[in-house]
């Protein structure tokens, strides 16, 4: 794994797979209490306003209506509603995480930092300000701090986003191991949720612990409903790890799977140019196509 192209390769492709991972993550954003089970965002909002209009003053209203615009990444319209709440009850509600990560949201980090360190010196366990407060950090360089508030986080029940965010943040900033020991952490946690252990695939291959990564790859394979991007990704780490016979037989098992697949289920995109990266790691040639003759 210390070959600078097969790491780029296997973040590339570490990448690529997150993206279809985490669309089957229905999760929360990290702290907030989800308002999905109201009804869509606008819905929500459209409600907490009508009722609104008839008791302007009820500021736990405004506030539901504040995580409304947070969970929906809606910056300013956050930061209005608490200016509303703290000058009709000021200091009712802690509204410090909020509004810090609206600030952030609007790119105004240092004032979000400030906010977010007088909140969480009121609050030091609150799970969604330590997240906000982390991402802010490490956008400002402070690393050490950044890492260590994820891992504060982590203190408290976490979601599977919330262990993919912090292994990913560790990642990046050259924590291989401890991002690996968040991963396993996170499996324990969320029983083996499929987007956590793709970044323990990934966290152990780029930790060198080949055979950690094969296991984690295993369960993958028989969580997902498709196989091949995992059967792939085996043949494709045991070449990066040098492992040139065990990754011939890697391709040729797939390269066989594939051909067993009916002509129409193997017509899919993706699995034409599966078969295709198969073939090139064979070195086996496209067979020529049939052209069929004219009809008279």
């Known amino acids: 794994m210390s070959v600078p192209s097969s790491l ?11 993206r279809i991972a985490l669309v089957l993550l229905l999760v929360s954003p990290i702290g907030i209490p989800s308002l999905r089970g109201h009804g869509a965002y606008h819905d929500v909002v459209a409600d907490l306003s009508s009722r609104l209009l008839v008791t302007p003053g009820d500021v736990d209203l405004r506030m539901k209506l504040a995580a409304a615009h947070v969970e929906h990444g809606e910056w300013q ?14 200091g009712r509600h802690a509204t410090g995480a909020f509004m810090g990560r609206s600030l952030a949201g609007l790119g105004k980090s240092e004032e979000a930092l400030s906010v977010l360190d007088a909140h969480l010196a009121q609050d030091p366990d609150d799970q969604f300000a330590l997240v906000a407060r982390a991402r802010v950090r490490l956008k400002l360089g402070q690393v050490t701090g950044g890492l260590e508030d994820y891992r504060t986080a982590l203190m408290n029940p976490a979601t599977a986003e919330l262990y993919v965010e912090t292994c990913e943040a560790l990642r990046r900033n050259g924590e291989g191991k401890a991002a690996l020991a968040v991963a396993e952490e996170g499996l324990k946690a969320c029983k083996a949720d499929p987007a956590i252990l793709l970044c ?17 790859l295993d369960q993958l394979q028989r969580a997902w409903p498709r196989p091949e991007p995992w059967m792939q990704r085996k043949a494709e780490l045991l070449a990066e790890a040098g492992r040139a016979t065990e990754a011939r037989d890697a391709w040729r098992v797939l390269h066989d799977h594939l051909l067993a697949l009916p002509n129409l289920e193997r017509a899919q995109p993706f699995l034409v140019e599966t078969l295709a990266t198969c073939r090139r790691a064979l070195g086996i040639e496209a067979p020529v196509g049939v052209v069929a003759p004219p009809a008279n």
């Open 77 to 90: 319209p956050c930061l209005d509603e608490i200016a509303r709440i703290e000058k009709l009850a000021p």
């Open 200 to 216: 323990a695939v990934e966290c152990a291959a780029e930790a060198g612990e080949v055979e950690a990564a094969l296991v984690h």
């Open 8 to 18: 780029a390769l296997a973040m590339r492709h570490h990448r690529l797979l997150s």
